[in-house]
């Protein structure tokens, strides 16, 4: 009777563990078809939802991403040009960032880019429908980060940034006119 | 004295010891860390910030570096080995340098309050246009909002977040390890905390080999992978290693041949332990009269005693050997054996005039131990049954020293004595160097230090060992007077994570006239929310156990300096001062070094006089002059000799002039044997045999690869042998008695 239990308790966790990696393999396939060649230029709609505010606060405009460096060009509500590199996010013509920065915006530019082993090495990743979810691993990300979403079927349509202290950040993308 | 009295007397002498240390032991707080040895002068915010520092939980760091390789891999490899490390050794935690969390937390419930200056300054100068402009760019830009934008609508408290200053810079932290690629290579930085008491030698290697274990383990995963090692714990732990190999080696082989000639040459273990007894019973009253001077001994001043065990075997052997030739040597001997030892008590005695509480003490313990010791030498000794003679072989050995000497004293000009001396101390004056720098006196092996050093050029989190001290009376006035220095010297201080209230409350009623400006409101209105309320208040900063310090009914605040960067004097805020403790400890160690310098110069003088007064009493006035002149000579000769000689090889520090105090007292005392009316082949064999013993015992520290042990060894080595071969060239006094109680 114990063996058999025993058997039972190593089979449910072997399939456990095995349904864990599935669902990471499965969030990394989704994750690679939403990948588009770089360069890549994007429209974007931002929708920033802070505690305690009534309404969300939107700005728009228009995206550049190349291998290493995204251009964040707002032109709604006011005009204003970021560069996001790994070396922090520099605004206009900038040439310094601001301390810890550069976390922020490896990430944005990993998750932007879909580099899948920083997202690999940063995140849990699983599925939900159509969009990648990451949950953060390090405990210093994890202060800041509830879980991002990447969703799209072929192109990364939305990212959701949760953030822990209740903002939610939702972005927008369209294919930029030609 | 009866047989009984006798026994009496002893135990109730031995009671009487007994009682006072079981007393006065329990009261005593042993004091063992540098800021205690220190002089006197240091302040009061000196020592809280000395006392404040004190390893007993220590930070540690080891670093892995592999090319060619994502910095994710090495970190995959070092996290899961960390995990085993933590499980294996519970004294091992991860060191919490950045906790992100308490840190966020902190600046959330703050924000609003907490403003850059720049940002205050363009508050006041009214740019409420740029400072909206800049929040409104933030808001629309993809970065997340840290602080609630109800209490911080111009999101200054983020700005000042983003302006903090970086323990690790460069440095990205993953759950407490933190990796940085430079081009090619991968850097992964392990910075852990010693839970335990880092200062428990059988504890530090306990850790030491889990961490050595740890580093290979993560070593064995690639070959390319390289290691670094910092935090004191290592240095400690090859320290002990260091000195528990030399205390085997050398300590073992010398004590080995130590007692073996002392049983060869009196052939009675008895001899050995009576001389081991003495020992003992003489350092209680040593220790007890140093507990009665002072409450908080210090532990430094043990190591400093040892030297009594050299003067003590002296006295048991002169003792032993004139007993064994009969009642008119041991007659002969106490005169020279009270003289010798009361004016070696008497210099120790000078040492309470120093005004170092390190060398009082010792000054207490050697005096008691030394008194007790020739008062029972000349007390119990007569006691005993007459010991054996020496062996013959060694008596011998003396007699043929002895008719040498007398052949040599005929060949050499009469002045030779005075000459000599007097040269080597001019040399000594003129080529003579110090060094007090503590760094001189580290031990630890070089790879270790060439690890400590690498991380230390390519990493830039080291703080300067140069410190700002701030005192206050308050915790609020010690962070506004903080804040007035760091500042001024790019340093960091608590002020720089956490501005006074002051501040606060200017930003708080600055941002109350912007949110009262049309464009204020306009910027309300756009964001949904009315103006918040808030006021300044007191808190509790995460890193502030870094910076600040309660100490007595005062607050001390430590401003650090990067490395290379160094501070000015403060002559305008009398509260702050610049500290270094290594230039301090320096020059403490200088300040000891030269009262042991003027101490001995006072010392060479003061046995001049006495060795006149009291050295063979009853001779005409010119033979004892030209007695104590030769004995001041002999000592002169020591000392000078063995310092000129140490100083080829560096220059002379605190460790030399112990050394040299140890050869002035031996030089004293075998001076005194040999200018008195001993026969002289008698006090040659106490002499050698002491002189033997010490050069074995001492001399075996020169090879100790501890530079200060090693000064110490070699000026005592050098300094008996000197002594040890021109104290026969002394004059020998006249010894008939002698010579006719031995042949009867």
Known sequence: MMRLFVLILAFMLTAGVKADTETSEQALKKLSEQAQPLPLKVIFEQRKYLSGLPRALVSSGEMTITEDAILWETQKPQKQSLKITEQGIFKDSQQTSATGSETIAELLLAILKQDERVLQEQFSLSLQKNCVQMVPNSDTLAGVM??????????????ELHETNGNRTEINFAEAPQ | MTRVSRVVFLLILLGLLVAGLSQQLP????QSSLADALPNQVSETQRAYLESQQPNTQQLLIAFEQSGHSAGELRTIVESEVAVLLQREPTLKRAELTDTKAFLSFYREHAGRLATKQDTERLRAGQFNGLISDAQSLLQSPEPVLVPVTQDPLLLTQRYLKSLPDLMPGYKNHNGLYSRTDGETVQVLVPLQIAGDALSINQTQQVVAQLHGFIRAVKQTDADISSYRSGLIFHADAGAKQAKQEMTWFGGLSLLLVLSVLIWVFRSPFQLFYTLSLLAVASAFGLLATLFWSSSPHVLMLVFATSFIGLCIDYVIHGFIARSHGASAWKALTPALWLGGLTTIAGYALLLAVPLPL????????????????????????????????????????????????????????????????????????????????????????????????????????????????????????????????????????????????????????????????????????????????????????????????????????VRLKQGQAAASFGDKPWAQVFDPIEHASSALGEYRQSMQVWLGVLLALSFFVLFIFLNRGAALKEKAKASWQVFSVIL???????????????????????????????????????????????LQAIYLSALTTLVAFGALTFSSTPAIAAFGQVVMVGVLVSVLFCPLITAAPTKDIKKDEVQ
């Open chain 1, 146 to 159: 509830q879980r991002i979403l990447s969703c799209g079927d072929a192109r990364v349509e939305r990212v």
């Open chain 2, 27 to 30: 009261k005593a707080s042993w």
């Open chain 2, 359 to 558: 060398l009082q003490q010792l000054g207490v313990f050697m005096a008691a131990a030394l008194f007790s010791a020739v008062l029972l030498v000349t007390l119990t000794l007569p006691w005993l049954p007459k010991p054996k003679q020496p062996q013959a072989k060694w008596q011998r050995f003396c007699e043929k020293a002895e008719a040498g000497y007398c052949r040599l004293q005929r060949q050499l000009p009469s002045r030779w004595l005075t000459v000599l001396p007097v040269i080597t101390v001019v040399i000594l004056i003129a080529a003579h160097a110090s060094n007090d720098s503590v760094r001189l006196l580290a031990s630890s092996p070089k790879p270790l230090l060439e690890e400590e050093n690498y991380l230390r050029e390519h990493t830039s989190f080291y703080f300067s060992p140069e410190v700002i001290l701030v005192a206050g009376d308050t915790r609020q006035q010690v962070i506004e007077r903080t804040s007035l220095v760091d500042e001024s010297y790019h340093a960091i201080g608590i002020s720089s994570y956490y501005p006074p209230i002051s501040q606060q409350q200017d930003a708080i009623e600055l941002q109350r006239q912007l949110f009262e400006s049309s464009e204020g409101v306009a910027f309300l209105q756009w964001l949904g929310i009315s103006a918040p309320k808030l006021n300044a208040v007191e808190a509790a900063h995460p890193l502030e156990h870094q910076f600040l310090y309660p100490f007595k009914d005062l607050w001390l605040s430590v």
């Open chain 2, 637 to 683: 000769l020591s000392v000078s000799t063995a310092l000129l000689i140490a100083q080829l090889s560096q220059p002379l520090n605190l460790f030399h002039w112990i050394g040299a105090m140890f050869v002035l007292v031996l030089s004293i005392d075998y001076g005194v044997f040999c200018a008195s009316r001993l026969q002289r082949s008698h006090a």
